[in-house]
């Protein structure tokens, strides 16, 4: 079971810090509010009993105390306003802060994401529960557990003190019992943490499994498979259910026990008090002080372990998402054929070697995918010239897929080097602002056919937009054209013009100097894809373009 504290939060999320030192400010003034509260209600109750009031027959006032009560109340009233705005403002900060380290690590997700698309790592489904659903979890752990945690670090030692300099014995018994209640949270903790972890890998997978439904749907209704698949999805439903329940059991039960030891542990102290007071060694204020400090000491201790459910969901994904963000996020481990660069599916670069300028230089490179049988591509060599297309063309799983990554600086590759004017490239944003990619299924986005275009270039006027689509071959394509979620609306080829056109866009306005195509012309008629290689011909760019047709 890890700390109370989530190490990672600590380290990973700068604006965790700040609130635990807030936090810890407030917890503390919240301590000397609730001494200050009980040392006001023992005085205020001892004075009721020394100080009667009384009437005489004819109701007319004949004793009454002094000013002491009044003062009294006046000032427990200011305690309570003050104590609520401190829980006021423990809440506040701990919504700020839960929405500043979401806002954070979902940045981070999308950036390593973004650093490394072609990791297997997380599907798409589970990526989606996770900064959905899964990090706003971290509300509970933000705004009801760790400003409880902190609580329980401040309170009980204020009041311990308290309680110490009014009596000894009644310390020793709260120092004896307050422990426990940390050990049966842990016994606790250690079972809920198992169980929360277990209902987050079967709702992963029930996001998964329905995000492939979605997506292989119309290929089950051609094949007649559509309603088998929904015996499947209920049983992974019902799984997440039944593990949701269990989680909410083990919660409800360890109330009840820590509720159970903190009663107990208060009825001890009462109980010795109450005996001290009939043999008058003790006096009624300090009894009553010491019963109203005594729960006090015990419930911030208590709630941490009833908030401890709060925030299991929330640092269950934030430590999902510290596995997909790390420091060095893992290949995708489908490994590809292996290729053999003597045999005849090898990787062969179509077009001479250049002796202008060179753009891109790629020496002996090579890259094994774990657990794979051989290397996925081997000692491969390639140069590309300032306004050179060259065809990459080999079978399916020759590793054409593995030198476009590696270029994109999708891949780190197990050796070899590639390198821009002498420079090695990476993973680094100015090197890919030199590139335009166009991929074999290009990503849309819900708008019209001009919105996708200007992904390239989002200044770029409706002019230069309508050009780049004439430049790609698709003059036909009207740039209000609606374009729904993922290309409905469009056909096959009209997503890959547009997506070249999006790619033109960066070549014409942008930076970009090396386009990268993965079938570009596939699903194009021969006139199209007549303008498109004219097109890059007379743009005099650098094109990098897999194919199966030479």
């Given at each position: 079971?890890?700390?109370?504290?989530?190490?990672n939060?600590?380290?990973?999320?700068?604006?965790?810090?700040?609130?635990?030192?807030?936090?810890?400010?407030?917890?503390?003034v919240?301590?000397?509010?609730?001494?200050?509260?009980?040392?006001?209600?023992?005085?205020?109750?001892?004075?009721?009993?020394?100080?009667?009031?009384?009437?005489?027959?004819?109701?007319?006032?004949?004793?009454?105390?002094?000013?002491?009560?009044?003062?009294?109340m006046?000032w427990?009233?200011?305690?309570?306003a003050?104590?609520?705005?401190?829980?006021?403002?423990?809440?506040?900060?701990?919504?700020?802060?839960s929405?500043?380290?979401?806002?954070?690590?979902?940045?981070?997700i999308?950036?390593?994401?973004?650093?490394?698309?072609?990791?297997?790592?997380?599907?798409?489904?589970?990526?989606?529960?996770l900064v959905?659903?899964?990090?706003?979890?971290?509300?509970?752990?933000?705004?009801?557990?760790?400003p409880?945690?902190?609580?329980a670090?401040?309170?009980?030692?204020?009041?311990?003190?308290a309680?110490?300099?009014?009596?000894?014995?009644?310390?020793?018994?709260?120092?004896v019992t307050?422990?426990?209640i940390?050990v049966?949270?842990?016994?606790?903790?250690?079972?809920?943490?198992?169980?929360?972890?277990?209902?987050?890998?079967?709702?992963t997978?029930?996001?998964?499994?329905?995000?492939?439904?979605?997506?292989?749907?119309?290929?089950?209704?051609?094949?007649?498979?559509?309603?088998?698949?929904?015996?499947g999805?209920?049983?992974?439903?019902?799984?997440?259910?039944?593990?949701?329940?269990g989680?909410?059991?083990?919660?409800?039960?360890?109330?009840?026990?820590?509720?159970?030891?903190?009663t107990?542990?208060?009825?001890?102290?009462?109980?010795?008090?109450?005996?001290?007071?009939?043999n008058?060694?003790?006096?009624?204020q300090?009894?009553l002080?010491?019963?109203i400090?005594?729960?006090?000491?015990?419930l911030?201790?208590?709630?941490?372990?009833t908030?401890?459910?709060?925030?299991?969901?929330?640092?269950?994904?934030?430590?999902?998402?510290?596995?997909?963000?790390?420091?060095?996020p893992?290949e995708s481990?489908?490994?590809?054929?292996?290729?053999?660069?003597?045999?005849?599916a090898?990787?062969?670069?179509?077009g001479?070697?250049?002796?202008?300028k060179?753009?891109?230089?790629?020496?002996?490179?090579?890259?094994?995918?774990?657990?794979?049988?051989?290397?996925?591509?081997?000692?491969?060599?390639?140069?590309?010239?300032?306004?050179?297309?060259?065809?990459l063309?080999?079978?399916s799983?020759?590793?054409?897929?593995?030198?476009?990554?590696s270029?994109?600086?999708?891949?780190?590759?197990?050796?070899?080097?590639?390198?821009s004017?002498?420079?090695?490239?990476?993973?680094?944003?100015?090197?890919?602002?030199?590139?335009?990619?166009?991929?074999?299924?290009?990503g849309?986005?819900?708008?019209?056919?001009?919105?996708?275009?200007?992904?390239?270039?989002?200044?770029?006027?409706?002019?230069?937009?309508?050009?780049?689509l004439?430049?790609?071959?698709?003059?036909?394509?009207?740039?209000?054209?609606?374009?729904g979620?993922?290309?409905?609306?469009v056909?096959?080829?009209?997503?890959?013009?547009?997506?070249?056109?999006?790619?033109?866009?960066?070549?014409?306005?942008?930076?970009?100097?090396?386009?990268?195509?993965?079938?570009?012309t596939?699903?194009?008629?021969?006139?199209?894809?007549?303008?498109?290689?004219?097109?890059?011909?007379?743009?005099?760019?650098?094109?990098?373009?897999?194919?199966?047709?030479?």
């Amino acid at each position: 079971m890890a700390g109370p504290l989530d190490s990672n939060l600590l380290r990973r999320a700068r604006a965790t810090r700040g609130f635990l030192i807030a936090g810890t400010g407030v917890g503390a003034v919240n301590a000397v509010l609730t001494l200050f509260e009980a040392w006001l209600i023992a005085y205020a109750v001892t004075f009721l009993f020394q100080h009667a009031w009384w009437y005489s027959s004819d109701l007319e006032v004949v004793e009454a105390g002094p000013w002491g009560m009044l003062w009294a109340m006046w000032w427990l009233g200011a305690v309570f306003a003050g104590k609520a705005v401190l829980n006021w403002l423990t809440t506040w900060l701990g919504h700020r802060t839960s929405a500043a380290v979401k806002s954070q690590l979902r940045t981070d997700i999308v950036k390593s994401r973004l650093a490394n698309p072609v990791q297997a790592q997380t599907s798409t489904g589970g990526l989606i529960t996770l900064v959905t659903q899964g990090l706003d979890a971290l509300d509970g752990y933000y705004a009801k557990y760790l400003p409880q945690l902190l609580l329980a670090g401040t309170v009980p030692v204020i009041i311990g003190v308290a309680v110490l300099t009014a009596d000894l014995t009644s310390a020793i018994i709260i120092a004896v019992t307050l422990p426990l209640i940390p050990v049966f949270m842990m016994l606790v903790g250690w079972t809920t943490q198992a169980r929360t972890a277990k209902r987050w890998a079967i709702q992963t997978r029930l996001s998964h499994h329905f995000a492939d439904l979605v997506m292989g749907l119309p290929t089950l209704q051609v094949f007649g498979r559509a309603k088998a698949q929904a015996k499947g999805l209920l049983q992974t439903e019902a799984a997440h259910r039944r593990e949701t329940l269990g989680t909410l059991r083990i919660s409800f039960l360890s109330a009840l026990v820590l509720e159970l030891l903190s009663t107990l542990s208060v009825a001890l102290v009462a109980v010795v008090i109450a005996f001290r007071v009939v043999n008058e060694s003790m006096d009624l204020q300090t009894a009553l002080f010491l019963l109203i400090l005594a729960p006090e000491a015990y419930l911030p201790v208590r709630q941490v372990g009833t908030h401890f459910h709060d925030s299991a969901d929330g640092v269950a994904a934030a430590r999902a998402a510290f596995a997909l963000i790390g420091d060095a996020p893992a290949e995708s481990t489908a490994a590809e054929s292996p290729l053999d660069a003597d045999s005849p599916a090898a990787l062969q670069a179509d077009g001479p070697v250049p002796r202008a300028k060179q753009l891109l230089a790629i020496r002996h490179l090579t890259h094994s995918y774990p657990g794979a049988s051989g290397p996925a591509v081997s000692d491969f060599n390639l140069d590309i010239a300032d306004g050179e297309i060259v065809a990459l063309v080999g079978a399916s799983g020759s590793g054409k897929t593995t030198v476009l990554n590696s270029v994109m600086g999708f891949l780190d590759p197990s050796l070899g080097t590639i390198t821009s004017a002498g420079h090695r490239v990476g993973a680094d944003a100015s090197w890919r602002e030199r590139l335009a990619f166009v991929g074999q299924n290009p990503g849309m986005i819900a708008g019209t056919v001009a919105d996708n275009v200007r992904l390239g270039f989002p200044k770029a006027t409706d002019s230069a937009v309508r050009a780049a689509l004439d430049e790609a071959g698709a003059p036909e394509l009207a740039l209000d054209h609606a374009v729904g979620v993922d290309g409905e609306g469009v056909s096959a080829g009209e997503k890959r013009r547009i997506a070249t056109a999006r790619a033109l866009l960066r070549v014409i306005l942008g930076r970009a100097r090396l386009m990268l195509l993965d079938e570009p012309t596939a699903g194009l008629d021969a006139d199209a894809e007549a303008v498109l290689l004219g097109t890059l011909r007379r743009l005099g760019v650098a094109a990098l373009v897999i194919t199966h047709r030479p």
